[in-house]
């Protein structure tokens, strides 16, 4: 009789482990992904995924899409400086621009500088960095912190690049996008083929869609009869109340008005950004299709994002340097099955500086420097999180391209403030719930005073808790603004 108590309560506790692991409980204890895949597009506005209901009603981005609706969408992803080489020097180091001092395309990294793939090696991590660099003088160089290494000098070109795989330069034919996920795909293959058993972050770095954009072949003429939506503040009417440097600069290089000093007209440009997108998008989805195929896609986390946003005629400005919505807030995607609900939308901000501190814990490893991100692996997890919504934002003016001032921000879940250093013109303050479209500058209006100077006040704050009471003046370069070089 005792005896088979005992068996039955042994029983009933099986049941309930049982249960416990395979039933609803189960499907809440969500287990991390140990690789991580990170995908960093240029110049991709946020909006512009065919999953969003501001985009063209005629741009495809399948891929993306599967992203969205397999994972989930950070729906505010921002960056602390919207220009490439700050806003890659903040990705890998976690850090505002301010500190690791890479604060325009041509400053070289400084000696002693720390990207966080290190650290995922010290972790015994195998890491490997494809495509873009665009840090430092001689830029296309093996970096610390990478296994494997395939890169290019500045820029790059979208048709027949010269690469630098593991420091051997050669050209290679085709497509530039593809050539790159052509290597991502290849080193993955190989290190599953070698070393299975050891965890791997790849960082797969487009030169797309960085203008002057050039689509593949295949996508050449694809949106050549779709309308083009133009903003409505475009319009010159619709900016009055800018500063100075705004109005001024649509007749510049960066304005709709003389596009490049003339040499480009805005629907075509416009249509060839959309265009490039395309095999960017065709990239993401070789990759997911791999993990899938590999059976890796429930041991990996992938994350896709963009350098900086792009104006298309917002405001009458095109590119990006600015604190506009347009400029600092960035496409952001992650896909890890099993792991992110699908179809989730992340609400918080998330930031550059965040990414390094959130794949180091994903890891389980440590920096021994100092970041001024943090990680929202919580956010991933579809946990609630407590820490301020606010987001700090810089840009240092340069002497390639002066026609754009150096420019402070803040901006929480509702309003913006935007100040401009060393000039004299008018700061900007904006009810982005009220005025998504940036349409109506607060600044002078007296039942706002108080908030600006709240915010203003905040600002000069996280700028000195943060070592940001300086300015990083760099040695002026042989470039000016009426020379083409656009970047």
């Known amino acids: 009789m005792r005896h088979s108590a005992i068996e039955h309560g042994l029983a009933l506790l099986l049941a309930a482990a049982f249960v416990l692991t395979t039933g609803p409980v189960a499907a809440q204890r969500k287990v991390p992904p140990r690789n991580v895949v990170f995908i960093l597009s240029d110049d991709h506005r946020y909006d512009f995924m065919g999953f969003m209901d501001d985009a063209p009603e005629w741009l495809e981005t399948p891929a993306l899409d599967r992203m969205a609706e397999g994972g989930a ?57 494809v495509g873009k660099w665009h840090m430092g003088e001689v830029d296309d160089a093996p970096q610390p912190g990478f296994d494997h290494w395939v890169s290019f000098q500045g820029q790059g070109a979208y048709y027949d690049p010269v ?113 490039t997108l395309l095999a960017l998008d065709e990239s993401v989805g070789q990759v997911l299709d791999y993990l899938e195929e590999a059976g890796l896609a429930e041991s990996t986390l992938v994350v896709y994002m963009g350098d900086n946003g792009f104006l298309l005629g917002e405001h009458g400005l095109i590119d990006k340097r600015n604190a506009y919505e347009e400029s600092m807030r960035v496409p952001m995607l992650a896909w890890a099955p099993g792991f992110i609900e699908p179809g989730s939308t992340i609400e918080p901000m998330v930031r550059n500086i965040d990414i390094a501190p959130t794949i180091l814990e994903l890891a389980n490893a440590r920096s021994p420097v100092a970041m001024d991100g943090r990680s929202v692996l919580p956010l991933l997890r579809g946990e609630p999180v407590s820490w301020p919504l606010e987001m700090l934002y810089e840009y240092y003016w340069e002497d390639a391209f002066p026609h754009t001032p150096t420019v402070f921000a803040l901006r929480d879940q509702r309003y913006k403030y935007v100040y401009y250093h060393g000039v004299w013109d008018s700061d900007e303050l904006y009810d982005l719930e009220a005025d998504p479209e940036e349409r109506s500058n607060l600044i002078r209006d007296p039942e706002r005073q108080a908030r600006a100077a709240a915010m203003k006040d905040r600002m000069w704050n996280l700028l000195q808790e943060t070592d940001g009471m300086r300015i990083p003046l760099k040695r002026a370069g042989k470039w000016r603004a009426d020379q083409r070089r656009p970047e």
Request: charge should be negative; proline fraction near 7%; hydrophobic fraction near 30%.
């Open 73 to 129: 969408h950070v729906e505010n992803a921002f960056v602390t400086t919207s220009l490439c080489s700050p806003s890659r020097g903040s990705i890998l180091t976690g850090q505002y621009a301010h500190r690791h001092e890479i604060v325009d395309n041509t400053s070289p990294i400084p000696e002693g500088t720390r990207f966080f793939p290190e650290f995922l090696q010290d972790a015994g991590y195998r890491t490997a960095y």
């Open 163 to 275: 690469l630098n795989v593991n420091g051997k330069r050669a050209r290679e034919k085709g497509y530039t996008t593809d050539l790159l996920t052509e290597h991502a795909l290849d080193w993955l293959k190989q290190h599953q083929a070698r070393e299975p058993d050891t965890p791997f972050f790849l960082y797969l770095s487009h030169k797309a869609v960085h203008a002057e954009f050039s689509p593949a072949q295949r996508h050449q003429g694809r949106y050549k009869d779709q309308p083009i939506p133009y903003p409505p503040t475009m319009a010159e009417s619709e900016n009055r109340d800018k500063p100075d440097w705004v109005r001024a600069q649509r007749n510049s290089w960066h304005g709709v008005d003389y596009m490049y000093h003339g040499d480009m007209e805005f629907d075509g440009f416009y249509r060839a950004y959309t265009e």
